[in-house]
């Protein structure tokens, strides 16, 4: 078995730790137990986000070794800056699965990346994204329009409100939808 400590000085934000372990491991922030695999032969990386207050905090990192393979290390990156538009998290798969591998904030959702990408870490094919925001409206019915290549899905208030998951396409739909007065969430997600 091993520990190690540091302390690290945080600016205050929502922090995504990455862990490799072979075998268990468990990670303390200032002797809190923040997040705990203890299990036997196995080789895992995982990802945990943990608020963070600003100032001087210790990090310890514990493992153990069961049998065979040995490994264990710790990485962090803030897991989202300040959002004042959309929030933009973006995936190196398709289908939005485990923490963002990027997220930032986006003026408006109005890219045309052609055979690129939206940024170096995420690969120019096989990606996944998803967009959110609270909006303000008035009660009355609304034009949606959405440009995507390839699938997207649009949700008001987390509810399901227009679908087309498609598959090497490249298309503009409009939606109309009436809502109610007041502050929604808005969320778009793409593959």
């Not at 934000?13 to 990455?18: A, I, L, Q, V």
């Not at 490799?20 to 809190?32: F, K, P, Q, S, T």
């Not at 598959?167 to 009436?178: A, G, I, K, P, Y």
């Amino acid at each position: 078995s091993a520990r190690w400590e540091r302390i690290v000085n945080f600016d205050e934000g929502r922090y995504s730790f990455t862990i490799h372990h072979d075998d268990g491991a468990r990670l303390y922030i200032d002797d809190v137990l923040a997040w705990e695999n203890w299990c036997d032969r196995c080789n895992l990386t995982e990802d945990v986000i943990i608020g963070i207050s600003s100032g001087n905090h210790t990090l310890r990192l514990e493992m153990f070794d069961d049998k065979g393979r040995a490994a264990a290390s710790l990485s962090w990156d803030l897991a989202c800056p300040p959002i004042t538009d959309w929030k933009g998290e973006y995936w190196n798969n398709k289908t939005l699965n485990g923490p963002p591998d990027l997220c930032r904030n986006d003026v408006s959702i109005n890219f045309d990346w052609g055979r690129g990408s939206p940024d170096p870490r995420i690969k120019r094919d096989g990606f996944s994204a998803r967009w959110q925001k609270y909006e303000t409206f008035q009660s009355g019915s609304y034009k949606f329009t959405i440009f995507y290549d390839d699938g997207a899905r649009l949700y008001i208030d987390d509810v399901l409100v227009w679908e087309n998951w498609c598959s090497f396409c490249h298309l503009t739909e409009t939606v109309t939808l009436t809502l109610t007065a007041g502050t929604h969430k808005v969320k778009m997600t793409m593959k």
